[in-house]
């Protein structure tokens, strides 16, 4: 039996409180052990759950939307700064720029470690909310830096405070929808990434054609974000409930209806208690690192979203062509984004098959990068355009590790655990783009990694059967497999309420 050193679930008195009426945790959802009562007690229509989700819709998606939005526009407005002047007025080399990008993942590489922790034990979207804020300021003091030195300080500072804001967006979502709706959610803030792309290049275009500019178009450009950052930060500070039970645009029934439709999920909610024995889980998990090596394997491609618009610029567009052809990799990486939740919908159980098609494009797109002629012209802006189809692929990876983890802790160090691995990827990418205008080795990079990750999607698909198999073995069986409990009890001998995916013998795997 699993151990909990947490002194909240130690506490003996909370087996004999309540015993008529159904207690709520943080979040507002039913604790586990109460979960069939409730569910028995209560019930709802269609029609009650449709305009619950709807409400959820129209309030939580657009403030992580926008906030997911304003990240990657700060991302992408590096590469246009370099094409108005910031490479010159900074006197960047090569070398130095590459570092400018890579900086920036160290930066949220380092506020992961702190961020595990406090994503547990303080209110989620209020900690959320006051770093986006932060992270906006200091994206406006990106304007301010005339050297290499303090310009890589801002940045590296900048991705310290964006650290907390992806992984504790796969937690939001599971948190507030179910399992079988992760998939579109997650791809409907995933999707401002290529969103910010399309606005970014236009927003730098007008930007850059303003005659009665007193600074430099790329300064201003910073200023534009940062400003734009920390007002959606306050907006979701205030806006954006801290769990279910906090839901302000909710009605007391219809966050009993919240409760129920999760409940019949399997969630917990988003409890404030940080535990060990989910740490020690996670780290012992083999499906951890797998998440671990898709944080890799999907970024070792991200540069070709910086470094794209210097491939145009330097096959003979100027700074406002440039601006207007690197816009439709945008749209691109929607429209293959999009292909990927339709494929989804028409495989719901079959979302590694889904990855392991998204992955063809981008492969076809660095192959034509490597062998086309420096003046092919369209040729190359459209290579660049399918390779930068990556978030395509993160989306659906996104999604099954919402999907997959469960435990309070356990999903925060799992998604934390994921980021990882991605900024570990884009510290180390950008460092093999450095050889204008073929970036020879970093093309063949990405090409080697995206046929590892096809490999690695393969091997996590066949992992999560077999798991599923060995569970519905056991049920049929009237048991329990050998590395699952029916009841998990702390040191006390009391039920655990936060039950991991591999404590719960009815969870299933999706894959």
Not at 43 to 67: F, G, H, N, W
Not at 303 to 316: H, K, M, W, Y
Request: hydrophobic share 45%; aromatic share 12%.
């Amino acid at each position: 039996m699993s151990t909990a050193i947490e002194k909240t679930m130690s506490d003996p008195k909370h087996a004999h409180e309540h015993e008529h009426e159904h207690e709520l945790d943080a979040a507002g959802q039913p604790k586990s052990e109460e979960i069939g009562d409730v569910i028995g007690a209560g019930s709802y229509t269609a029609e009650e759950e449709k305009q619950v989700l709807r409400k959820i819709d129209l309030t939580i998606l657009p403030l992580m939307c926008l906030v997911f939005f304003m990240q990657y526009l700060d991302k992408q407005s590096l590469s246009y700064a370099a094409i108005f002047g910031l490479l010159k007025d900074l006197n960047l080399t090569s070398v130095q720029y590459s570092w400018c990008s890579s900086i920036f993942y160290v930066g949220q590489l380092v506020a992961e470690y702190p961020f595990i922790y406090l994503m547990s034990k303080l209110p989620l979207t209020k900690f959320v909310g006051i770093t986006v804020i932060i992270w906006g300021v200091v994206c406006m003091c990106l304007a301010a830096p005339q050297n290499f030195a303090g310009f890589a300080a801002v940045r590296f500072l900048l991705g310290f405070t964006e650290g907390a804001v992806s992984p504790a967006f796969v937690t939001i979502t599971s948190i507030w929808y179910q399992k079988n709706e992760h998939a579109t959610r997650t791809a409907l803030w995933v999707t401002m990434n290529g969103a910010a792309q399309v606005i970014g290049c236009l927003l730098m275009y007008g930007i850059g054609k303003n005659p009665s500019l007193t600074i430099q178009p790329w300064r201003v450009m910073f200023i534009v974000c940062g400003a734009l950052t920390a007002f959606s930060g306050v907006l979701f500070f205030f806006l954006m409930p801290n769990g279910p039970k906090n839901a302000w645009f909710l009605n007391a029934r219809e966050k009993e209806v919240l409760s129920l439709r999760m409940a019949k999920d399997r969630e917990g909610g988003d409890k404030t208690s940080f535990s060990v024995r989910q740490l020690k889980e996670s780290l012992l998990d083999v499906k951890t690192w797998f998440v671990f090596s898709f944080g890799v394997l999907v970024t070792m491609q991200s540069p070709v979203l910086t470094f794209a618009s210097l491939v145009i610029n330097t096959i003979g567009y100027d700074k406002y062509q440039t601006m207007l052809y690197t816009s439709p990799s945008g749209a691109a990486q929607i429209l293959l984004l999009w292909i990927g939740v339709f494929g989804c919908w028409l495989f719901p159980r079959n979302r590694t098959a889904v990855v392991l098609v998204l992955i063809i494009p981008p492969i076809i797109g660095n192959v034509l990068l490597l062998k086309l002629s420096v003046d092919a012209g369209w040729g190359l802006i459209a290579a660049s355009w399918l390779a930068s189809c990556i978030t395509a692929v993160m989306s659906p990876l996104l999604s099954l590790t919402a999907s997959n983890v469960k435990g309070n802790t356990k999903r925060s160090v799992v998604s934390a655990v994921f980021f990882i691995g991605y900024c570990a990827g884009c510290i180390a990418s950008p460092q093999l783009w450095t050889e204008k205008p073929r970036y020879f080795n970093g093309v063949v990079t990405a090409l080697v990694t995206w046929c590892l990750l096809f490999v690695v999607v393969s091997a996590y698909w066949f992992v999560c059967k077999r798991d599923n198999m060995k569970r519905d073995q056991a049920a049929s069986n009237g048991g329990q497999s050998d590395d699952l409990d029916h009841v998990v009890l702390d040191k006390n001998g009391l039920p655990i309420t936060d039950l991991t995916d591999k404590e719960d013998s009815n969870f299933r795997y999706s894959w």
